[in-house]
């Protein structure tokens, strides 16, 4: 019984569940973007999305399955936003945030995966708008009709190494991550 009680995954559970109470509006906390439970509910979501909005700095996690499907279909209109690599105030000071985990990386690299990407998303037959902005690197938003993903990004650590956060539609934090993506998108230019 004590066996059971003390469980890893019950132990995990739990702390998912007292996470999710004291943090006002989450429907869930998730571990990470690479958390199995995530992964399926992600790909649940953009299954059923009748429009998608993403805000993140390299996006290279665009490419993986659970995106390209989603950004392929011409039915659903996306809106994404990535770093202006041009004015790159903002891509020196994460990338320094991040280079300071020890990974040796470059402000070059962190422009040649934005620029990756952009080729990436133009390739892809969907009716994806890309917009470039030019302010703090705040975390990684993936906006559906239904949903809301948040992943703060913090000192020391990549996007894929913190929590994501999920909150339903016209939440009180659903409605902040909304209203944070349309004025970045308002004063954000268009891709070249």
Known sequence: MIAVIFSPQI????????????????????????????????????????????????GSFLMDS????????????IWILLPNTRDNKWIKIRTSEVAASGDGYTEKAFIGAIESNIEFLH???GSIKIKLYDCIHVGRIVLTDRVAY????????????????????????YNWIMRLFQEMWSVASFVS
Request: net charge positive.
């Open 11 to 58: 132990i995990k559970n739990i702390k998912k569940i007292m996470v999710s109470l004291m943090d006002s509006g989450s429907v869930y906390v998730f571990s990470s973007y690479s958390d199995k439970e995530f992964i399926k509910d992600l790909k649940y979501e953009l299954k059923h999305a009748k429009n998608l909005r993403i805000c993140t700095s390299r």
């Open 123 to 125: 390739a892809c037959k």
């Open 150 to 173: 948040f992943c703060p990004y913090l000192d020391n650590t990549y996007g894929e190494d913190v929590p994501v956060y999920k909150y339903a539609v016209n939440s009180i934090k």
């Open 66 to 77: 659970s995106y390209r499907e989603c950004l392929n279909k011409k039915d659903i209109p």
